[in-house]
C-alpha cells in the first residue's frame, strides 16, 4: 500500500504459525484464513501511527491531546522497541486475520481490514438489536473467526475484528498470563546478524 519500510511478506514466530496453521484446519470445509500482517518494521508502526493521528486531527481538530491520543491508540499502538512494552506487530507476535471462502476471496466481516471506526470492535454487531441479514452473516464471520483463533490460544484486541495475539504483551494482558514470551524482533538477516556477531 505504499508504506515506507513495508516488507511483501507475512512474518510471524513460529509458535505463532503453528498456531494458525492449527485454526485454519479447525475451519469448516470451504473456509480459510488470509494473513493480512504479522511482523512490522519499527518505521512501519511509526509510519501508521503518525498517520492515523494526523487523519483524526484533521477530521476532529477540537480534540484535546489525551483524547486524540486515546483516539489513535484504538486502532494503531505506540511505536515502542521497549522490551518490556514493544509494540505488538514488533514482536512477531500480533498477527492481522480474516476469513476466505474457498477461492481466497475475503468474506464479508462487516468493515474493512484497519477500517478505524466503531464498527471494527470485534463485538459491534454483538451490540445491536436488530441486524440486516448482511450484518447477521458479518457477526457470524467475526464469531467463527474468533473461536477458531480463541480455541488456538490467541487473544483478540477487542478495538479490531482482524488482530490476534499470541505469545506478546497483549495476549498475556488479555489472557491473563504471567508474562509475554516475545518481545521486540528484527528479521534474521546477513545484516542483522553481522551486527549481532560484532556488536
Request: aromatic content about 12%.
Amino acid at each position: 500500500m505504499g508504506i515506507p519500510g513495508a516488507v511483501q511478506e507475512c512474518f510471524v514466530r513460529e509458535g505463532v504459525y503453528r498456531a494458525l496453521l492449527a485454526a485454519a484446519r479447525s475451519l469448516p470445509d470451504g473456509i480459510g484464513i488470509i494473513v493480512l500482517d504479522g511482523w512490522r518494521p519499527w518505521q512501519v508502526q511509526q509510519y501508521l501511527f503518525d498517520t492515523l493521528h494526523e487523519a483524526i486531527r484533521h477530521h476532529q481538530p477540537d480534540l484535546s491531546t489525551t483524547a486524540l491520543l486515546e483516539r489513535t491508540r484504538e486502532f494503531v499502538s505506540v511505536p515502542s522497541r521497549d522490551p518490556l512494552a514493544p509494540s505488538p506487530h514488533l514482536t512477531g507476535g500480533a498477527v492481522d486475520v480474516t476469513l476466505c471462502d474457498a477461492d481466497g476471496l475475503p468474506l464479508d466481516m462487516g468493515t474493512l481490514f484497519d477500517e478505524a471506526v466503531p464498527a471494527s470492535h470485534s463485538d459491534y454487531f454483538e451490540h445491536l438489536k436488530a441486524l440486516t441479514p448482511q450484518q447477521q452473516k458479518a457477526r457470524d464471520h467475526r464469531r467463527l473467526l474468533y473461536h477458531s483463533m480463541r480455541q488456538q490460544g490467541f487473544t483478540n484486541l477487542p478495538s479490531e475484528w482482524w488482530h490476534y495475539d499470541f505469545g506478546d504483551q497483549l495476549w498475556a494482558y488479555y489472557g491473563a498470563h504471567d508474562h509475554a514470551y516475545y518481545g521486540p524482533a528484527e528479521l534474521d538477516t546477513i545484516e542483522n546478524r553481522w551486527r549481532k556477531q560484532l556488536g
